[in-house]
């Protein structure tokens, strides 16, 4: 049995790095979430699952188990025992090792605070979009320096989470010049970037939603689609109908941008089935759904991903999805933060974790999955949400024997190290993690 190391060591510590040199043995793992339950078959070991199941989609290796991280990418992955030598090596000390989380729904680029609207909600007023309307205002007053430097505070926060792949979103311009700025400054920060003009109607076009329909079409989709990957729209009462959301998306795809959709989060409507026939590559929200639409996400679980949002019901004191009934219909389901200044002002995706597992029904195996790889899926990406040899080395380390403490110590903060592409980011002060030459054959 594998213990946590605690005992000073006179061997030179790691430090967080700038650049990935070398190879490293990330060795002593306590537990080894790879999400490729081939691989975990592979190595001999994946028996059980210390959280009292088999290794199923975790692909979880017991310990002890090692990683080899050779630049930027994951070299190996076993049983301790089997492990090559490296460049340098590091000893987990019998800590859990998982993916990096996987956020692929955020609106991180805003200005201005809306606590104020917290707390009245708090205080009893329902939340409807309007609020959204408030930080448009805020967001155009900013200056793109104060937005590049939030933007750069929250995926800072995220990270020393374990967050190592974050979509992020306009939506909070609605004018050609505010879009395309916000999805420029994006571009500089992450690959995955999602042009939402359509995120409700400009102030400016109150009298006119078909007009500005076109402008998010036409003019703003010229300006913004050279910055983007994703094209979204906010489908739901107060925003955009089901006309108006396909000819955003379908304008979107034409140009080359893949389609996702906030779908279904105020109360029934077309979004899911939209998202669904469209081939979009997630339906975001998901929480009111009838028989046809679980069925229509099911049906199409190799394509449109079911995205839960639980920090925006946490927030709004709403009823959450039934995750649930979506995987026992066997749709595909991913967790993400939602952050954003009005509904879900969270960047903790260990947080979201936990939600789902005691509000969400989901199991503590399954809230991990959706949160690494179904957050990979949503974006489409097969290099990130898992541990397997070639997959980009986005690891995070538990300060924690099992990936269950995630959902099992709520609001304990259990980030020992993160790898993002290779390079040491973030490790807890104190830590006694060793790093020491590898062992010459």
């Known amino acids: 049995m594998t213990t946590q190391n605690t005992t000073p060591s006179a061997t030179p510590r790691t430090r967080p790095t700038d650049k990935a040199t070398g190879s490293t ?122 937005l590049d430097a939030t933007l750069t505070r929250f995926l800072a926060e995220g990270l020393r989470q374990g967050t190592t792949t974050q979509e992020t979103k306009s939506g909070y311009g609605l004018t050609v010049h505010d879009e395309a700025r916000a999805l420029e400054i994006a571009a500089r920060h992450t690959a995955e970037v999602t042009y939402l003009g359509a995120h409700v109607v400009a102030p400016e076009f109150a009298d006119d939603p078909a007009g500005y329909v076109a402008l998010v079409t036409g003019a703003m989709l010229d300006a913004c689609a050279p910055h983007a990957r994703w094209v979204d729209v906010f489908c739901e009462r107060g925003a955009f109908d089901g ?66 949002l639980p920090g925006a019901e946490f927030s709004t004191r709403a009823r959450y999805p039934d995750a649930r009934r979506l995987l026992d219909a066997g749709a595909s389901v991913a967790l993400s933060t939602d952050c954003n200044p009005g509904s879900s002002f969270t960047t903790s995706m260990p947080f979201c974790v936990a939600v789902a597992v005691r509000d969400m029904r989901m199991t503590p195996d399954e809230a991990v999955h959706a949160a690494t790889y179904g957050g990979a899926r949503a974006l489409r990406r097969n290099d990130v949400g898992v541990v397997a040899p070639g997959a980009r080395a986005d690891l995070l380390l538990l300060d924690a024997p099992s990936h269950v403490h995630l959902a099992y110590r709520p609001g304990v903060p259990l980030t020992a190290a993160v790898w993002k592409d290779g390079v040491l980011r973030e490790m807890r002060p104190g830590l006694l993690l060793d790093q020491q030459p590898a062992a010459q054959p």
Not at 281 to 294: G, K, N, P
Request: glycine share 14%; charged share 15%.
């Open 25 to 146: 043995l990330v060795t002593n793992i306590g537990s080894l979430v790879t999400n490729d339950p081939v691989l975990a078959g592979s190595s001999g070991s994946s028996k059980s699952s210390k959280s009292g199941g088999s290794s199923g989609p975790l692909g979880l290796i017991p310990g002890p188990a090692a990683v080899v991280i050779d630049g930027d990418r994951v070299a190996w992955v076993g049983a301790a025992r089997d492990a090559p030598a490296a460049d340098a090596r590091l000893d987990a000390g019998g800590r859990a090792m998982l993916p990096g989380f996987v956020d692929s729904h955020s609106h991180l680029l805003f200005a201005g605070d809306r606590s104020a609207e917290f707390a009245a909600r708090m205080s009893g007023r329902p939340y409807t979009a309007g609020g959204i309307r408030t930080t448009v205002a805020a967001t155009r007053a900013a200056g793109g320096a104060e």
């Open 243 to 308: 006309d108006q959301a396909r000819a955003v998306l379908t304008a979107g795809m034409a140009r080359g941008l893949a389609a996702r959709v906030h779908a279904n989060q105020l109360g029934h409507g077309p979004g899911v089935q939209l998202a669904v026939e469209l081939g979009a590559a997630s339906a975001d929200h998901c929480t009111y759904l009838t028989d046809a639409d679980v069925d229509a996400l099911a049906s199409a679980a190799d394509t449109t991903v079911a995205t839960l």
